[in-house]
């Protein structure tokens, strides 16, 4: 039987602990505890037996040590039908601890805090809590441990109705030791960055589940969704549902990739994207017609699109946004009238996504079978005094402005990736073909007339003149490429026999 007979319980989260130790008082358990959490169970009326009593040792070194002793760790890791054990706890008068609850120093919100010292966070690295917690959940054949507040009743229940079983105590282990790696993982991260070491040499990280998805990709693909902690603002992972359905594995993917293009645009800017590429970029004078230029952009793709804007959304652009079918619509807040609006939508899902974290670059992972590819954010932004005129004509003042409108979005465009742009919206988008012609072809056939004076991006430079070509067939007036091939002279000289301006950015943006 594994009765719950006597419990140690010292937590920094105090949310429910009076309750649980109310209850394990009443049903005869008696209680070891420590420091704050003492005085609290003390405080609220609970008999409780602090733990320098049992130990006879004081705490010391400003509590850094207090439960780091053998009658502490003995009572938690003796193998109880192991007579050599138990001959030696009866010898040492070392009593059996049946329940731990423990949760640890708060280290993650310590260092998140913007003007946290050094040394302050070094002293909210717990080190007897995480002892306490993994040699209880080892021990877990016989010893019931507790690290989070939702677990108190389920525990309880089974305390109540005499002895908390095998299966209920695997599963608290399996999260304990989740919760110690965790807690060893912001610690990890937190040391690497004061030691400017963003590639260590064992990565540990850890997310947080959000929820579960009814399934991944394709309905046969099981799935879940996680944050990563600490959480990024500004991010879909931290966004609110305000209306709508459940969010989907596609919804998501699609809603990142949504709101990483509108976060490079300063002025008023809608983008709608389906299956991760952009079908309509647009900005504007407002908000309204930015969403109107994305509209016109492609107004057969986006239906049943993802839409993200980066301004507050008004009545007058929730009125059009209303018209045709949306999966999402994603902005930093909405107006209360512009929500009365889209909640007229039953399952659009409308999502406040909040201040955006401009931090520096983070970490950007990819899974691949038996490993993960780790990178820098590309966050790299082209000016025009990066560019480089290698033609003989120059670009118009609007090209330029064209240009450089057109290169914000290709960079988020599969490759091989072309963008079009005129009017400060995309006309075309070709993503991820095998060639880079194939992929100017696309955007070419896509934009029908509208390539006639538009501007052509490209994510990568040109290994032939062929999309040089297109581009002139087209009516296309100016190009931006990253430039680099060893054989750029070829499409320079093919552009200056067109008429068409070209500059070369010398920086490229491979999204695969």
């Not at 054949?141 to 002895?163: A, F």
């Not at 293009?261 to 002025?267: G, L, N, P, Q, Y």
């Not at 009545?315 to 045709?324: C, L, P, Q």
């Not at 896509?446 to 538009?454: D, F, K, T, Y």
Request: hydrophobic fraction near 40%; charged fraction near 25%.
């Amino acid at each position: 039987m594994n009765r719950i007979r006597r419990a140690l319980i010292s937590v920094s989260d105090k949310t429910g602990i009076l309750e649980l130790a109310t209850e394990l008082s009443r049903q005869g358990v008696e209680i070891v505890s420590t420091g704050g959490t003492q005085r609290a169970l003390s405080e609220g009326g609970i008999p409780v037996i602090g733990v320098s009593e049992l130990t006879g040792f004081p705490e010391i070194l400003d509590g850094r040590v207090k439960t780091l002793h053998p009658r502490i760790h003995a009572g938690l890791l003796a193998v109880r039908d192991n007579e050599g054990h138990t001959r030696q706890l009866e010898e040492r008068k070392i009593s059996l601890f049946d329940l731990v609850v423990v949760n640890l120093y708060p280290f993650e919100q310590t260092v998140a805090q913007p003007e946290v010292r050094f040394e302050e966070a070094i002293e909210n690295i717990d080190i007897g809590g995480p002892s306490m917690v993994r040699a209880a959940a080892k021990n877990h054949r016989y010893v019931t441990v507790l690290v989070d507040p939702d677990d108190y009743g389920k525990v309880l229940e089974q305390v109540k109705g005499g002895e908390v079983n095998e299966e209920t105590r695997r599963r608290l282990a399996a999260k304990a030791f989740r919760h110690t790696a965790a807690y060893d993982a912001h610690i990890a991260r937190f040391m690497s960055e004061q030691t400017d070491e963003p590639y260590p040499e064992k990565l540990t990280v850890t997310f947080e589940k959000v929820q579960d998805l009814r399934y991944g990709e394709n309905p046969h693909q099981p799935a879940a969704f996680y944050r990563q902690s600490p959480a990024t603002s500004g991010s879909v992972a931290t966004a609110e549902q305000l209306h709508g359905k459940e969010l989907s594995y596609n919804n998501i993917n699609d809603a990142n990739a949504a709101l990483e293009i509108v976060s490079d645009f300063d002025a008023p800017t809608a983008v709608a994207v389906k299956h991760m590429n952009p079908c309509g970029v647009g900005t504007g004078t407002n908000l309204a017609e930015a969403y109107q230029k994305a509209y016109e952009a492609d107004s057969v793709s986006i239906f049943g699109g993802i839409i993200a804007v980066n301004r507050v959304v008004d009545v007058e652009t929730a009125r059009r946004m209303k018209d045709i079918f949306l999966e999402i619509v994603m902005a930093p807040d909405f107006e209360p009238g512009a929500l009365e609006v889209l909640k007229a939508k039953k399952n659009l899902r409308l999502l406040r996504i909040g201040k955006q974290d401009q931090g520096k670059p983070s970490r950007k992972g990819v899974s691949v079978r038996g490993g993960l590819l780790v990178q820098g954010e590309d966050r790299k932004q082209v000016t025009r005094e990066d560019c480089e005129v290698v033609t003989r004509r120059k670009p118009s003042e609007e090209e330029w402005a064209q240009l450089l409108f057109a290169w914000k979005v290709v960079k988020h465009v599969k490759s091989n990736a072309i963008v079009l742009a005129r009017d400060n919206r995309t006309v075309g988008v070709g993503a991820g073909q095998m060639n880079r012609v194939g992929s100017a072809r696309i955007a070419i056939e896509q934009a029908g007339e509208s390539s006639e004076g538009s501007v052509l991006s490209s994510d990568a430079f040109f290994p032939m003149k062929d999309t040089v070509e297109a581009a002139a067939e087209a009516g296309i007036t100016a190009i931006i490429q990253p430039g680099g091939s060893i054989r750029d002279r070829e499409s320079i000289e093919e552009a200056d026999k067109h008429g068409i301006a070209m500059v070369f950015t010398g920086t490229r943006h491979f999204k695969h």
